[in-house]
């Protein structure tokens, strides 16, 4: 079996309903293992639309920049505290959910990636790690609940996983400006 097998079944198993309403019940479960994970499904389907549309990915992403853009898109939207309360009460949203993340994430980024040049890689993760610097304050020290569906404790769980996910992004950004990977390989 190949992997786009793997990730279809990952997304059919994301999305039987008493998997996807455990992932749901706690807010950095939500947002850091479920959405990551059908990232996942769809980094690995994309060999599959890869062999099977070539010329629209070499047409419409032939540098990387427009599918890393779309993934950026993307998972901008998922991290805002309104999508994640949307997709818990409404159910059209919770579709979106799971067609987006794996198919306009998780797809491009697999394809954008090796396209990317190390300065457009660093740029991405520098990006995301302001981002979820941005996100953890927010979470952390918000006077207000953000997400209804919620609690305030969950709501700074998020925060401290979202700040200890930057501090993972800076370890890895500094081994890579200190370390010549080249050396090891």
């Known amino acids: 079996m190949n992997q786009s097998f793997y990730g279809l079944l990952l997304l059919i198993f ?15 479960i939500h947002m850091h293992m479920q959405m990551p994970m059908l990232v996942i499904a ?51 949203v919770e579709v979106f959910k799971f067609i987006s993340l794996p198919l306009l994430a998780g797809i491009p980024l697999r394809d954008s ?19 979820f610097i941005g996100l953890g304050w927010l979470y952390i020290w918000s006077p207000v609940q953000l997400c209804n569906n919620y609690l305030v404790i969950e709501q700074l769980t998020l925060g401290w996983a979202f700040l200890l996910t930057a501090i993972g992004m ?16």
């Open 42 to 92: 769809g980094m690995l389907m994309a060999p599959f639309f890869q062999k099977r549309f070539p010329h629209f990915f070499e047409k419409w992403n032939s540098n990387g920049v427009p599918g890393i853009t779309l993934f950026v898109i993307i998972m901008v939207y998922w991290m805002l505290p309104r999508s994640m309360d949307e997709a818990l009460t409404s159910q059209m």
């Open 113 to 131: 990636w090796r396209k990317l040049s190390s300065l457009g890689k660093n740029v991405v993760i520098i990006s995301f790690t302001l981002m």
């Open 14 to 28: 994301l999305v039987i309903p008493p998997v996807a309403d455990f992932m749901e019940t706690l807010m950095v």
């Open 170 to 185: 800076v370890v890895y950004l500094g081994y890579n400006f200190f370390i010549d990977p080249s050396a090891y390989e």
